[in-house]
């Protein structure tokens, strides 16, 4: 009778068909839980009653955003405080997610930083720092979740990258490569798991107002951090498309972008 | 993303000079620099840097005027401070920080049964201007202010870090924020009240007038009977208005199921000559014929009770580049003669505009030191800024209200004269020991000559 139950648990059917038909977003972990588009989609999870699990680094902030998610209606919020940049940490990261969350079916990955370009150009060192948070320390935590929803042949990784990985522009390259090399690996983790059913979805906002922007003059104007959650959360849960733009008039912006020949392109100092 | 590299290439230390503007578009002013901090922790360091007199907390800049503004200064942008952090259902206390909007409170709480204990003519402001403006709304007669239902404020100090005010600790800082125009530090977190409401309906009742005299009568009828009352004026008539009385309480629940409507946005400023004396009235009588003709009870949605202007995003752009003023007064009840001068005065001026709206106030004791709302009868009124001329008939109104011991909001001020401003504020310099050193605003300096 129990062996029967194990194989066959009740539900299971109703299980398979509502991860084929409806999607499910009911445990998250979101990596970089303070950064301003992760606030926005947190809230709207949290209306969606969904369980969160949030990554980042100070662990007040952490215990704000708890709070107010808890009384929008997330039905729990668990928190982890550690630097996401630090690749030592991910294990503990990995395995507290594990522990405490071990049927996780959505990560999200948010942080990222970006520096004054003239800056990374003149220090090797703020260069590799910019590449380790935005390129390196996002692939290897990404691996360690990848290779467990493989495993268990669910869920959904989404990751933001940026408009600014479409194509290395002069003002801009250091955080372009970053994101850019990013969202490759993204592309490759996407085939990879495609035969195990899980989803990867690359979300790339075009300038959103936040604290990472703010320096900017005319910042004003950038796209609203509220309306690029929105667009998110509702990819997330439809799992479509693979390769999200948000704004999307930002797609068919890069599109013309990348048209321009090489040529023409190196001469352009935008 | 072309804008973003272009900005790349100014050197880093060029302090961006940014044109914010308050809600009546006027005045036009230039600010040095605007903080946005996203977290608490952030808001003492902008503090310790900042020089004196040099910042001025903002919500959502839905005053009208400038005591959201602070010229060649700077601005605390509390927008991202936007967290709540706990919910009693025992009580009904809220605790959240102060950059949370009232519309994000409504959205949250509505649907489980609770409901602002006062709410002001938009939900886009947030709670810590809600407070330092001490708002109003329709239910001031039974309700009093914003400011009365707050159980506790933290604030922000830039010379005594952060204080915890309420009834036990602080009391006077505590009172003395509440409607102290920003001036006494950033709010970080407070505590209120929220009410029961069975639902998001309102048994709404519209009720026409013809005079003054019998607008006074339906307030005082409705006044134990409703909770909510207020009137829309006709302010070409002259003194003896035509308007609507609108009249409400909220509804029982009927298990029908409410939709939110996000309504069109302005896209940009209408050109001014769309906006003239004959367009207005036009709107005025058409809209009076409408709401004539519905008379009578019903029930409506809360949204279209409290907010029928926040369907029209950026409804301000309609009063063209050059922005509009404000004009609200509070008049007492005894110089009923002086309220017909003023209306005469607008009709005759021919410069009156779509929104006239006119409340008796309740005689609930003052929240804070500077709150505006005392008993009498107040009318608030957009002008369109024509330069001069809507200078001139404000200063001529200006007179009708300063000789009948009334008052002038400073939430909807961008020009009152220092006189008037001590003439409806009386005991202002009592909040002048709590004004944090480092805070200051357009307003301020204006009315009081504080540099």
């Known amino acids: ?270 | 993303m072309p804008r973003q590299s272009a900005a790349r290439r100014q050197p880093a230390a060029t302090p961006a000079r940014e044109e914010i503007l308050s809600w009546g578009r006027y005045p036009k002013i230039a600010h040095c620099r605007v903080h946005k901090p996203a977290w608490n922790d952030q808001v003492p360091e902008i503090l310790n840097a900042a020089v004196p007199s040099s910042v001025l907390p903002r919500g959502l800049g839905r005053s009208y005027g400038d005591s959201c503004l602070n010229a060649d200064r700077g601005l605390i942008d509390c927008g991202r401070l936007n967290r709540i952090l706990s919910f009693d259902e025992s009580t009904g206390v809220l605790r959240c920080e102060g950059g949370v909007s009232l519309a994000d409170i409504i959205d949250v709480f509505l649907p489980k049964g609770w409901f602002l204990p006062v709410t002001p003519g938009t939900r886009f402001v947030t709670v810590g201007g809600a407070i330092a403006n001490d708002v109003h709304g329709k239910n001031h007669h039974c309700a009093g202010t914003f400011g009365a239902h707050v159980r506790q404020i933290e604030l922000h100090r830039s010379n005594d870090g952060l204080v915890i005010c309420n009834s036990e600790q602080n009391f006077d800082m505590l009172h003395a924020t509440i409607g102290g125009l920003g001036l006494t530090g950033v709010i970080a977190r407070a505590d209120f009240q929220l009410k029961r409401v069975a639902g998001p309906w309102i048994d709404a009742e519209l009720v026409p007038f013809h005079t003054l005299q019998s607008f006074l009568d339906l307030s005082r009828e409705s006044d134990g009977r409703f909770e909510y009352t207020v009137a829309w004026l006709d302010c070409f008539a002259g003194k003896n208005p035509r308007g609507i009385f609108f009249r409400g309480n909220h509804a029982a629940d009927r298990g029908k199921k409410f939709r939110p409507r996000r309504g069109p946005k302005l896209p940009f400023a209408l050109p001014e000559w769309m906006l003239n004396r004959y367009s207005v009235r036009a709107f005025n009588t058409a809209y009076y014929g409408i709401h004539a003709f519905k008379k009578g009870a019903g029930v409506i949605s809360y949204d279209t009770f409290f907010y029928p202007l926040d369907s029209i995003r950026q409804w301000n752009l309609l009063y063209g580049k050059q922005g509009f003023l404000q004009y609200q007064c509070v008049i007492p009840e005894r110089k009923l003669e002086a309220f017909e001068e003023l209306l005469e005065r607008i009709a005759h001026s021919g410069m009156g505009s779509f929104l006239g709206v006119l409340k008796q106030f309740g005689s609930a004791a003052p929240a804070g030191m500077l709150s505006f709302p005392r008993p009498g009868l107040t009318i608030a009124l957009d002008f369109a800024m024509r330069g001069e001329r809507t200078l001139k008939l404000m200063r001529s109104l200006d007179e009708v209200v300063q000789q009948s011991g009334g008052a002038l909001y400073p939430a909807k001020d961008a020009r009152m004269s220092p006189a008037l401003f001590e003439a409806s504020f009386p005991r202002w310099r009592s909040i002048v020991p709590y004004i944090d050193p480092k805070m200051s605003s357009s307003f301020w300096r204006r009315v009081t000559g504080a540099q």
């Open chain 1, 1 to 270: 009778m129990t062996i029967v139950t194990l194989a066959n648990p009740p539900g299971a059917a109703a299980t398979s068909t509502a991860a084929m038909n409806a999607p499910t977003m009911e445990k998250v972990i979101i990596l970089g839980a303070t950064s301003r588009i992760a606030l926005e989609v947190e809230r709207l999870m949290a209306c969606r009653a969904c369980e969160l699990l949030l990554v980042a680094r100070s662990p007040q902030r952490l215990a704000e955003i708890r709070a107010d998610l808890l009384v929008r209606g997330a039905r729990e919020v668990l928190t982890y405080s550690a630097d996401l940049a630090s690749i030592e940490q991910h294990a503990g990261i990995f395995a507290y997610a594990r522990r405490a969350f071990p049927t996780f079916d959505t990560v999200l990955l948010a942080y990222g930083s970006m520096h004054n370009q003239r800056d990374s150009e003149a220090s090797v060192d703020i260069l590799l720092e910019e590449l380790q948070v935005d390129f390196v320390s996002a692939a290897a935590i990404l691996t360690l979740f990848a290779s467990d929803l493989e495993r268990r042949r669910t869920g959904c990784l989404a990751a933001i990258t940026s408009v600014a990985g479409d194509r290395g522009r002069r003002s801009n390259y250091v955080y372009g490569s970053a994101k850019g090399g990013l969202s490759l690996f993204l592309q490759g983790l996407r085939s990879r798991l495609h035969p195990a059913d899980v989803r990867v979805i690359t979300i790339k906002p075009g300038p959103v107002q936040s604290p990472m922007t703010d320096r900017i003059p005319n910042a004003a104007r950038f796209a609203d951090p509220e309306q690029v959650g929105h667009d998110i959360v509702r990819t997330v849960e439809r799992r479509s498309p693979d390769v999200l733009y948000t704004p999307g008039v930002w797609r068919y912006i890069m599109t013309a972008v990348q048209l321009i020949p090489e040529t023409i392109f190196k001469r352009l100092s935008f």
